[in-house]
Every structure is written in structure tokens, then in C-alpha cells.
């Protein structure tokens, strides 16, 4: 069974396949990914590296965690499960502002 580990402390300019390159040293990797910002497309200084097995995951903790990658001493432990965040809502709900108009609204004159 594969096993998901967490990658922090990335340099921004650090790519997918530089982060592969450097989990294929230690074992089988299965997928890599570094997350990137949506609107300028750079590294946000973290990702995702998937190895084949719990063995191979466990072997990348302790032979990579603190190893330099581009002038970075990276970080590497066990990815933990994606919290539910909840929905988030950017309707016009509005406060009240303390003159018991909403600040959303507009004044009337």
C-alpha cells in the first residue's frame, strides 16, 4: 500500500520532478507534486510525495528530513488526512455597524 508524505520548507522555484528526482534516491515514488499558487503559478513552498510502500515512506522520513534542496533544509513527515474546512460564504450578509445599518447597504439620503 502507497504512503502519502508531507514536503515543507521548499525553496519556490523547486519543481515536481526536482522533488521526485530527489524521493527516486530512497525508493519507488508513485507521484510527486509541488502545490503552486493559483494566480502567480510559483511554488507555494510545500507539496506531496507518494511512495510505493510503507517501508520506502518511512525510509524517505529518515534519510531526507533535514536534507538540503536548493539551499533549503527540508522537512519531511507523514502527510496527515485533509481537514474538512467547512463552507465558506462571501455573501453580502453584512454586520451591523453599530448605527443599526449594515455596512454593506448603501445610505439613503
Known amino acids: 500500500m502507497s504512503k502519502k508524505l508531507f514536503v515543507g520548507r ?4 523547486t519543481t515536481s520532478s526536482q522533488l521526485e528526482e530527489l524521493f527516486a534516491q530512497v525508493g519507488t515514488v508513485v507521484s510527486a507534486t509541488v502545490i503552486m499558487d493559483k494566480f502567480t503559478g510559483q511554488g507555494k513552498g510545500f507539496g506531496f510525495v507518494e511512495m510505493s510502500s510503507e517501508e520506502e515512506a518511512q525510509k524517505a522520513i529518515d534519510t531526507l528530513n533535514g536534507k538540503d534542496l536548493a539551499g533549503r533544509n527540508i522537512v519531511v513527515s507523514e502527510a496527515r488526512p485533509q481537514e474538512d474546512r467547512g463552507r465558506r460564504s462571501f455573501g453580502q450578509g453584512g454586520s451591523d455597524n453599530g448605527n443599526g445599518r ?3 447597504r448603501s445610505k439613503r439620503w
Not at 521548499?10 to 522555484?13: D, G, N, V
Open 10 to 13: 521548499l525553496a519556490y522555484e
Open 102 to 104: 449594515s455596512k454593506f
